[in-house]
């Protein structure tokens, strides 16, 4: 079952008061592209965010902490370097960067070339630290790496992209046109070809003469031993006036070792014209291709440009989740557009049973300006690939607009299990304020999820415009579960690891789901300093604070050390959780974030008491019709009061001992007593 709009139009006063969703929620719902510019973009991650680069602009360097908002460092060269005129005499600039950590330090790989010729080279410059301004930043050119000539070569040296193998070899990726896409190992400290393989290996090549061997721009990287290669293909770089010429889309094909073969998603081989479509022109998205994919903190990324039809004509980029399936095959997932559990459904992949169907259409109220008109014959489906980084139970927040007077309903599946969701009226098509959404729950994995939507016809109908995913928290959030941050990373024993001045975000948690205000933080060790959970933002409002010291901890039979913190404040509706570090030499390791009582006396103060997320069956498999909900009654799917305790201290007692057995003669409020 799921949660619904009562005939007033309104949430009723369960939503509103015991939930806290419909009058509260986690940032701004309403999303807007950032129209960063950039052709053939590359990223990197490092410590403090993400770095960019791009063609034509003499390696300018961009740089951003969220990967959304990015500072403009100017050009990293005032020109060509000259050694490139010795292979393309007649260039005109630097084209196509690949950035890459190797060797200890940022190396930025880039091409030169003569626009239909084969005359081209790629060359490297390379600098310790990425950040201007930091110790180690400066850039040295280290010049040639390997080069093509015309008339002679058949394959082009353009379009670079550097992978590290599961062996710790370095490989380098290039080519466009003509043989297509070809493939040398490197040497780690020189940054050239190796010595010990001086081998060519042609990896991908279109075959067809309709194809006219249109492919360049590839990007390779490993995942969960797998090799994966992405490349564009078709014609390129039509913008302005043009644009519709473009047809630029991206393949893809997957290998066991980095030399190959890879194959599509059909078993045809890519070095004989495979390739399975990840990406190509829809709405005003013109030509999305030249891209590359990166490795995030706990995820794999894809960047590329397009062209925006409805806009300036011209090249911009979107930065998307790669998710991947249980049988490791690659989908692309959402645009970033600030939030990473949130869903415009215009982005998602649209399987059409009618011409007209899921018309990505126009409008204000809608967030990021567009939604999905004409969701209405059956066959007709909406594919979301998502990446979750905690598992459990969620709250899908559906926005919709139904301008009918009854009823429509969609099919949702959610990882192969469906329900259906039943969508009231709102009063009028295209117009989507907060309060227009319905909540339907689901259980969700780490890592890929896969969210299906489809229209079931019932005479009645709904547009629909984003969803985003609400965590239900009860009493503990898995710290490795986070979205994002910076001075963050995943141990080898998938464990968050913050540094001080760090953060990790944990986005859209549902704060009325808490079972308890007492907070204790989980960690390796006790380091000094604070850890704190603020509110929205790295310097939000303190919502609770740790101090890691031993006066708070207490020894747990894992071996880590619990840390009891001041208890929450401040909390009603969803919220993003910002776990911050401050005063903390080195790192600390954090396992778990608790809500829980010391001293396990807690009581409800309402019935239901016990989950807060209480169905009759699993939210994940039921299948219903919605009904307005003003009781958490069997079949509905509620949030429960939370449990709080009374007092803060135990009653008055002699002989006072904590759980390790250790005796008192009064109680120490740091300390769990019984």
Known sequence: MVMGLGKSFGFVALLGASLGVATSFAADWYAKDNLQPGHDPSMVRFEDGYALMSTNNNLQLWTSEDAYTWRDHKSTVSGVPQWAYTYAPKTEGIWAPDI?????????????????????????????????????????????????????????????????????????????????IQLIKLDAKSGL????????????????????????GPSLIEHNGKYFLFAAWDKCCQQGASIEQTTYKTAYGRADKVTGPYKDRAGYDMASGGGTILLERYGRYVGPGGGEAFQD????????????????????????????????????????????????????????????????TRSNTASNGEYLAYVN????????????????????????????????????????????????????????????????PATLKRGGNFIDIEPSPNGNFAELDRIDFLRVIRDTIPANGFDNGIRVRLTEDDELAIKN??????????????????????????????????DGKRDGTVLSECELAAINANSLDNGWTQIFCSSLKGLSGVKDFYLTASGVPGEVIVKNIVFASRLGEIECTEEPCGDPVSSSSD???????????????????????????????APVRKAYRDLKGRSFDKQIPYRVMF
């Not at 010595?195 to 194809?211: G, L, P």
């Open 619 to 649: 939210p994940s498999t039921s299948s219903g019709t919605a009904e307005p909900q003003s009781s958490s009654s069997s079949g509905t799917t509620t949030i429960a009061p939370r449990a709080v305790r009374h007092d803060s201290q």
């Open 100 to 180: 890459f950590y190797m060797n200890g330090e940022y190396r930025v790989y880039y091409c030169v070339s003569e626009f239909g010729k084969r005359n081209s080279a790629i060359g490297y410059q390379a600098t310790t630290s990425i950040m201007p301004g930091t110790t180690g930043y400066g850039w040295k050119d280290h010049g040639h790496v390997f080069h093509t000539k015309d008339g002679t070569d058949k394959y082009n040296a353009i379009d670079a992209d550097v992978v590290k193998d599961t062996e710790g070899n370095y490989w380098m990726a290039f080519g466009s046109f003509g043989l297509g």
């Open 501 to 534: 001045g760090g953060y990790a975000i944990f986005e859209n948690v549902v704060t009325d789901s808490i079972r308890s205000l007492e907070v204790s933080i989980e960690v390796e060790r006790l380091t000094g300093g604070k850890l704190s959970i603020r």
């Open 297 to 360: 903190l706990n995820r794999v990324r894809f960047v590329h440009h397009y062209y925006d039809l409805n806009g300036d004509k011209y090249n911009h980029i979107h930065i998307r989740d790669v998710v991947f399936t249980e049988d490791n095959w690659a989908e692309m997932g959402q645009p970033f557009l600030g939030r990473y559990l949130s869903a415009e459904v215009e982005h998602g992949a649209l399987t059409r049973a009618v011409s007209g169907d899921l018309a990505i």
């Open 377 to 440: 014959t059956e066959g007709s489906k909406i594919h979301l690939p998502m990446n979750i980084m905690q598992a459990g139970e969620y709250l899908l927040r559906y926005r919709y607009a139904n301008g009918g007077d009854a009823a429509a309903t969609h099919k949702v599946t959610v990882n192969g299990k469906s329900q259906t969701v039943t969508l009231p009226p709102t009063g009028s098509w295209g117009t989507f304020p907060e309060k227009s959404v319905v909540m339907v």
């Open 193 to 216: 070809q190796a010595n010990d393989d001086k081998t060519v290996y042609n990896i991908a090549r279109r075959t067809s003469k309709a194809s006219g061997g249109a492919e360049e």
